[in-house]
């Protein structure tokens, strides 16, 4: 049987409460504040609710409050106000310091009882989410850590640096490919079809979570059989027909091979994100022979990039909560955003004209 503890000045009332929980409790109790206190100190891991009088001589209720605060107690050990008080603002400052409920005088006994087993069950299956959340997270822990050692250990491995190398330079060699498009873009147009190019390689913590993801072993072989985009690079573009123009320019070029296109353009993701994602095998020319290797390059708008940056920010790094307002809110900044770039660039074509 677990153990509640019953704190009130008046022995009458003490006496009543122990007759209503004697059958289902525990019941110890206290004349004062310091008395529960004291036998808080004492107790305080096996008590499983408390049942407190507000008006007391020496120590009244809401010191008694205050102190399991303080003490970090209240978030165990759910407390039950018993009071003839009826004031709403009393009522208000109590569940502020964390009270659980209330229980009125004078007391019914099912009354009771029903709210001390409700404020009891509720705390005890609080208490077993926390465990599962702390189990939890171990076992996360432990996946990251043990995920960290393969990724380190790989790292160290000739084949994956000479397979890293690679990536690299199909990196520059893309980036290459698209100053030369700029140029001529340039040259023809009078302006650049792109603002800034970003490039980026996994890291092997990362590689490692997407094949884990996939049901792959972390091998060589299903790293490039596997996962398309451990090269990648960002194209900010200032109007969205200068994405597509350059897009067609880079890949009717004979030695560029186009093995995936997704079009988030015009058929926008559900949270309003828009980019032009190419998957291309590029040739690398190294001191022995020729290769192909994946790389993935997505175009965007200047808005666009604003927009998913801090998309990414907002969402996915804070622990938020009312996501659905922050999802719709998102979703009508991205339609926004398009509205926009077909805005300016209709000026743009005005001016040219």
């Not at 993801?213 to 573009?237: M, P, W």
């Not at 666009?304 to 920010?313: I, T, V």
Request: proline share 3%; glycine share 2%.
């Amino acid at each position: 049987m677990q153990k509640i503890l019953v704190v009130d000045d008046t022995e009458i009332n003490r006496e009543l409460l122990h007759e209503i929980l004697k059958d289902d409790y525990i019941v110890v109790t206290a004349e004062d504040g310091e008395q529960a206190l004291r036998k808080l100190q004492e107790q305080h891991d096996s008590i499983a609710a408390l049942l407190l009088d507000l008006q007391m001589p020496k120590t009244d209720g809401f010191t008694v409050v205050v102190r399991m605060k303080e003490e970090g107690w209240i978030d165990r050990i759910p407390v039950l106000i018993i009071s003839s008080e009826h004031a709403v603002e009393i009522e208000n400052k109590c569940l502020e310091l964390g009270v659980s409920d209330f229980i009125h005088k004078p007391y019914e006994a099912s009354i009771v009882r029903n709210r001390v087993r409700n404020a009891v069950e509720l705390f005890n299956y609080k208490k077993q989410l926390e465990q599962k959340v702390e189990e939890q997270a171990e076992t996360l822990k432990k996946q990251s850590q043990i995920i960290q050692m393969q990724a380190e250990r790989l790292s160290k491995a000739k084949p994956f640096n000479t397979l890293m190398m690679e990536y690299r330079s199909v990196i520059m060699e893309v980036e290459t490919k698209l100053k030369v498009l700029n140029a001529v873009f340039s040259e023809e147009y009078k302006r650049n079809p792109f603002e800034s190019i970003k490039s980026r390689l996994k890291t092997p913590e990362s590689i490692y979570k997407k094949l884990e993801r996939k049901g792959y072993s972390f091998t060589i072989e299903n790293i490039q059989n596997h996962i398309a985009d451990v090269a990648g690079l960002r194209v900010i573009c200032s109007f969205p027909d200068d994405i597509y123009r350059l897009a067609e320019l880079l890949t009717k070029q004979d030695d560029i091979i186009l093995l995936k296109r997704k079009d988030y353009i015009k058929t926008p993701k559900t949270n309003g994100y828009r980019s032009l994602h190419l998957i291309l095998s590029v040739p690398i020319f190294l001191a022995d022979e020729k290769k192909y290797i994946k790389v993935e390059v997505q175009f965007r708008t200047i808005a666009m990039d604003f927009w998913a940056s801090l998309e990414h920010k907002l969402k996915y790094k804070k622990d938020i909560h009312n996501t659905d307002e922050i999802e719709r809110q998102l979703r009508a900044c991205a339609v926004s955003i398009e509205a926009l770039d077909y805005q300016m660039q209709e000026i743009r074509d005005r001016i040219e004209q």
